[in-house]
């Protein structure tokens, strides 16, 4: 499948109707809302606002959580930023990375005063094809991709995101956008730990605003970004034959697949948060611990790449961090992982931690948790599914009051949470987008 | 040499003062305005400032040729992707891509109004520094890199124009910014003979920008862009193991090796343009041709990728088209390259011409190419260095003869040739700068 026959594909697709697709829909953005609202006071995201301040432009775009317009392109690289900042958005297993903070991101940015109207359907079909697109190019490129070092968010999301607007819009042009979409695309995993994995999320979102709005200048391309010898497979698959990705499009859409998170800190570290509050119970003294092993599927712990760590916001990414903290009684909230040192003591329980692999070709998600103690007992826990993951999902309840932790006020995230649900029954987006960029 | 020790080697490297090595450097900079000035008018570079005059924003930087200021990040996108834009800018066989339209275009854009006062031999050793990283990195990676489907003007610029920025401004904190133009390296070739392929200088321009700007927001990352594991070089090249790409620093800077265009398309047909001019005047009458053969050096028709073309803006990477129209007399002008359809009669010819290699380990820039002729005549001719590359270089007549092509005003010209010519002698580069952003 090239460019123009991807672009076909998506420009094709008829408004989604199914109530269950389209309601798994709005569950994903209360959780970018949650997400984003979560995040929006950080010292961080106020410097970067400050910066596009400065960098000023025409008033387009929300900038959300903000009460701003800023430009398509600012309010797109922003709101990535913010909405992937704690890390704290949903994740899906096949992309090994972030798509609604992404795709959202450049939806919202891609809508401004100038459109009278958008059946709210339609914006929700788009976000579902972005999602989809992610996760085919990801089935297609994953494990690989990941593991040598890229970071799915945005070598994948920008061409995803930019499909989600081609859709939204009906952009004839789409197939030349997604083919410029795709020699932008980027992104190193080194970065885990930093801030700029968040940023990544907004680099994506920027990348589709400007493949899209650079088009619409006049500019073309060719469709081949898929090219079996020079493309974008090959570049970063050694992939030198695709099957054809596009099959049963419409059929068991990939956003049913989204993982909301419960922890804000990296996903892979989710099974081992849940068993180590378990275990925490059983241990009546931290000094006991002779030594603790951590059993991981092959490959599953590729994204928590600290077994060492300097400042508490690489502990987003070392389960040993994460597992030593949680035995000492630590309060792993938000504010726990901004940048600042390690305390000692964690570092103590830390050094006695090793990791083990073994293949379980059953749960690829199943880890599994050992301590042995000094007078020889063994502690034992294992998690299958780790909770907000499709398996054992959140509860709308649940949702509902990330929502509210985020907002902090009660009447006004049932008011968005409400409103969010109504997305679904064919409303104008834009009243949406024009009643909450004035509040939030 | 990891991010954090390419930054003290940048920093710490004295002013050149090398009288030799300022005048080359000087050289670039009157190719870089000779090929920025030649392009300006293009309709879609116009269409382009439409677009950034649409987005607004801070008027900071200067929009060369223009006579407008736009936003830091605006000017060194437009800018590269000006300079570039009729594949006239230099050219560097280490880099196999174009260093001065990516770097020249983020240092101007890095200077502002608020800065009083910058030695023009800062500028220079900036600009100096930024083709070095740029022809190491090309070093390690080439000629894989390139083979494999990137475009190094974007993968390799974005880094080398953060590191010449740094530089220019002193920025303790360019270590940072390295790694965060790591993380947004890209580009694919299969973009080629789409204006896209020049739109990389700019996209590697304002990664340069944005990289700085972000880290001056107060953002930090780990400073392993370089791990031998999931960094850069592993990342694009497979390339478990670099060895010290930072020996001999401050001798035989690579600018010496700066290749200046003689002609509007790829350099790697140069050679076959310079032969078939040659060619052209033994050949009576062009139905005489029974077939054609270029022989190349394995791999170093790399660029090339059309053996057949659609439309006359491929025709800059194709050694078939080029080398039919000299012998049909066709004048291959700036206009020649438009987006139009090629001429049937063209098509005739590119059908007789096939490719061969050899290998050719005393000079691989060396092409020939062999007519038979209908009677059994054989004509052949060959080419060494092409005129503009190292071994066969511009002269500064050529140089100045080149700016006044662009500008076509002698006296504007040999005043600005001037001008540049002087930025060797330690001026103010503001002073420089000011006084042309109101004449270009």
Chains 1, 2 share one sequence.
């Not at 829909?25 to 910066?51: C, I, M, P």
């Not at 392109?73 to 992309?95: E, I, P, S, W």
């Not at 931290?286 to 991981?296: G, P, T």
């Amino acid at each position: 499948m090239n460019a123009q026959e991807l672009a076909n594909k998506i420009l094709n697709t008829p408004l989604i109707n199914e109530q269950d697709t389209l309601k798994q829909a709005t569950r994903g953005v209360v959780d970018y809302f949650a997400s984003s609202l979560q995040a929006k006071n950080q010292v961080e995201l106020q410097q970067f606002k400050d910066w596009i301040m400065l960098e000023g432009g025409n008033k387009k775009a929300w900038l959300i959580g903000q009460k701003q317009l800023v430009t398509a392109r600012q309010a797109a690289l922003f709101n990535g930023f913010q909405a992937h900042y704690l890390d704290y958005d949903d994740v899906h297993a096949t992309v090994r990375g972030h798509p609604s903070s992404v795709i959202l991101s450049a939806l919202f940015a891609s809508i401004d005063k100038s459109i009278q109207r958008i059946d709210s359907r339609r914006f929700l079909t788009a976000y579902v094809i972005g999602v989809e697109v992610m996760a085919r190019l990801g089935q297609i490129l994953n494990p690989k991709l990941y593991i040598r070092g890229w970071h799915s968010t945005i070598t994948l999301g920008g061409i995803a995101a930019t499909c989600a607007i081609g859709y939204l819009h009906q952009y004839f042009f789409l197939s030349d956008a997604i083919s410029l979409a795709a020699t932008q695309s980027s992104g190193m995993r080194f970065v885990f730990g930093s801030p700029i994995k968040a940023l990544h999320a907004g680099i994506a979102a920027q990348n589709a605003i400007q493949s899209i709005d650079w088009i619409k200048t006049g500019l073309s391309l060719p469709q081949n970004p898929f090219d079996e010898k020079i493309g974008f497979f090959m570049l970063l698959g050694d992939q030198y034959s695709v099957e054809d990705w596009g099959y049963d499009w419409e059929k068991n859409w990939q956003i049913h697949q989204l993982w909301f998170k419960n922890y804000p800190y990296c996903s892979a570290a989710a099974g081992i948060a849940d068993i180590s509050y378990e275990l925490r119970n059983k241990i009546l003294n931290i000094s006991d611990i002779l030594q603790i092993e951590i059993c991981f599927y092959v490959n599953s712990d590729a994204a928590l790449i600290y077994q060492k760590v300097d400042i508490t916001s690489q502990g987003k990414f070392s389960a040993e961090y994460i597992l030593a903290s949680i035995l000492l009684n630590k309060k792993l909230d938000f504010q726990h992982f901004e940048q600042s040192q390690v305390e000692p003591c964690i570092c103590q329980i830390m050094s006695k931690i090793h990791r083990t692999y073994q293949n379980n070709e059953v749960n690829p998600k199943k880890v599994k948790i050992r301590v042995e103690l000094k007078n020889g007992a063994i502690l034992e826990a294992s998690s299958n599914f780790p909770k907000g993951s499709p398996m054992n999902p959140y509860s709308n309840t649940q949702l509902k009051e990330k929502l509210e932790l985020a907002i902090g006020n009660n009447s006004l995230s049932q008011q968005l949470y409400q409103d969010i649900s109504n997305l679904k029954n064919g409303i104008n987006i834009q009243d949406f987008i024009q009643a909450y960029q004035s509040i939030l």
